[in-house]
């Protein structure tokens, strides 16, 4: 997967989960700095330097859809939003 490609798969998880990418990289302890030079193609990350960023990142990302699925998954049934017919 090329570089821009795999940061804009990380950009669209985020968006599903209501947040940026930025703030991803912030909560993973990333540099969305770099992530951004390399996505507009101001600079070119080692495979070793784009793996270790962008790792970390990925990592918080399925984190922070399985605290979503489990949240979502604990919710209590509430009553229905019509009465019955």
């Given at each position: ?27 993973a302890g990333a540099d969305y700095g770099n992530i ?31 605290e979503m699925i489990a949240a979502l998954s604990e ?11």
């Amino acid at each position: 997967m090329q570089v821009a490609d795999r940061i804009s798969a990380l950009e669209r998880r985020a968006a599903t989960l209501n947040l940026t990418l930025w703030r991803v990289c912030q909560l993973a302890g990333a540099d969305y700095g770099n992530i951004s030079r390399w996505k507009r193609g101001l600079a070119s990350p080692t495979l070793r330097t784009f793996d270790g960023t962008l790792g970390p990142v990925e990592a918080k990302m399925d984190e922070l859809e399985s605290e979503m699925i489990a949240a979502l998954s604990e919710r209590p049934a509430g009553p229905p939003s019509r009465p019955a017919a």
